[in-house]
């Protein structure tokens, strides 16, 4: 799993509430990203993280804003949940191995809006 | 629109068969191919990366990469009832026309073998 925890692992809130979704890795990888998966969609990237305070949008980053004030932690907030954001949310760090970068994927934040 | 294809499925084989599942990207300047398998419920796990033209062979796993034909296949010999499961193909496509690459994810395949 690389190392990559993701919490919480399960939400159900309601429309117009914050949610904020953490990953946490522990091999101080540089770049990490959030995803969402939707039957239909397949694996969508929201932002991603190429260090401290250095965040960039994604494909479907409206409705997100994101904040990593540590190497280890990447956090996903929603400011005011909709139900369209109902999803799997799944954060990625990517590896470099000889000039070349790998994602591996955290376990899954699987969020409900009601 | 840069796109990463793949047929939903659902691919049935049996077992001990070749399986073989494909993708089409949309983008010639694409450098790294990925095959990532998941399991309903589960997050996806890398089973293979490739970068050149040709043939990668892991275990039963083998990546096939036509880049003039903007092509990468995964072929699994000797299919096992435990390969069922999503396969996604991933590639870095250029994003937002900067000179900057993302991993884009086809849908996926869904795979099942048949005892």
């Known amino acids: 799993d690389a190392g990559i925890t993701q919490s919480p692992r399960h939400k159900v809130t309601e429309t117009g509430t914050p949610v904020t979704l953490r990953c946490h890795q522990t091999?101080?990888?540089?770049?990490m990203y959030w995803y969402r998966q939707d039957p239909g969609h397949g694996l969508r990237l929201i932002h991603y993280?190429?260090?401290?305070?250095?965040?960039d949008k994604g494909e479907v980053s409206d409705g997100y804003s994101v904040s990593r004030s540590k190497t280890e932690d990447f956090l996903l907030t929603l400011e005011s949940a909709t139900s369209s954001q109902t999803s799997v949310y799944f954060c990625?760090?990517?590896?470099?191995?000889?000039?070349?970068?790998?994602?591996?994927f955290g376990p899954g934040t699987r969020l409900t809006v009601l | 629109q840069k796109e990463v294809e793949q047929n939903s499925g659902p691919l049935s084989v049996p077992e001990g068969a070749i399986a073989s599942l494909n993708c089409t990207y949309s983008d010639r300047g694409s450098q790294s191919f990925f095959w990532y398998r998941q399991y309903s419920g589960k997050s996806p796990e890398l089973i293979m990366s490739?970068?050149?033209?040709g043939d990668k062979e892991d275990g039963r796993f083998t990546a096939q990469l036509n880049k003039a034909s903007q092509y990468v296949s995964l072929l699994i010999r000797d299919s096992q009832p435990s390969d069922s499961a999503t396969y996604l193909c991933?590639?870095?496509?250029?994003?937002?026309?900067?000179?900057?690459?993302?991993?884009?994810f086809g849908k996926g395949t869904k795979l099942s073998v048949i005892p």
């Open positions: 991933a590639v870095n496509l250029e994003y937002s026309g900067a000179g900057s690459y993302q991993l884009t």
């Open positions: 993280s190429y260090g401290v305070k250095d965040t």
């Open positions: 990625a760090i990517s590896v470099e191995t000889g000039g070349t970068d790998t994602q591996y």
């Open positions: 091999e101080n990888h540089r770049y």
């Open positions: 490739i970068y050149s033209n």
